[in-house]
């Protein structure tokens, strides 16, 4: 086993960029093994969520679509953390495998996954924003305006991306430590939310 075995950086942020120009005009798929088959799948609930969001904020929307909406955001909202976990396992396992352990090591303020979840909601702002340059519709000025974001986003976007092959980079050397962080959250567990488990009783 082999740094090579996680994916570098470049390679996955590439996915998201292309799947996300690829599923506005096919069928969501996700033809990838390994990694780069969980990071398509967050990278898809992402996806759906900008989505099923945009839905929501529809003038048009009624009282009833927005409360399915709302649902439909908190079921992907769900899978996209509960992938990011996996992601992190993933790379739990590896360096298990690998034998690789620091527990003296410092610990960073964000994992790997939750990195990779931040470059796949900055891939769509990215498409999005040049759907907005890309308007027939749009003056002069509304062109200059996205197109300074649109900078800005691919500014981001190559600092984190090169912060998170950094963080990696250090894992694999042990001058990081590794861990998982349970979401552990609290608002889709029914013993957990009082809107729920109060809502149930007799």
């Known amino acids: 086993m082999t740094n090579s075995e996680f994916p570098a950086v470049n390679e996955l942020t590439r996915l998201q960029m292309e799947t996300v120009e ?39 929307a009624t009282d009833q679509e927005i409360a399915d909406v709302k649902r439909a955001i908190d079921k992907l909202n769900q899978a996209r953390n509960d992938t990011i976990e996996k992601i992190d396992d993933a790379l739990t396992e590896i360096l298990c495998q690998r034998g690789i352990n620091a527990p003296e090591a410092p610990v960073n303020t964000e994992t790997t996954g ?13 498409y999005h924003y040049q759907e907005q340059v890309d ?8 062109r200059e305006k996205v197109a300074d974001r649109i900078a800005l986003c691919r ?11 950094q963080l990696i980079d250090d894992i694999f050397a042990e001058r990081k430590q590794h861990r998982t962080y349970r979401q552990m959250k609290m608002y889709n567990d029914p013993s957990l939310n009082p809107a729920i488990y109060q809502s149930e009783q007799p």
Not at 114 to 126: K, Q, V, Y
């Open 135 to 142: 308007r027939e519709d749009a003056d002069d000025e509304h």
């Open 22 to 60: 690829r599923w506005h005009r096919e069928p969501i798929a996700n033809p990838y093994e390994g990694i780069q088959a969980l990071v398509c799948t967050q990278h898809e609930f992402n996806y759906r969520l900008w989505h099923e969001e945009d839905k929501a904020r529809s003038r048009s």
């Open 114 to 126: 939750s990195a990779i979840d931040r470059l796949s909601i900055m891939s769509l702002r990215l």
């Open 155 to 165: 500014q981001q976007h190559e600092d984190l991306s090169k912060s998170l092959q």
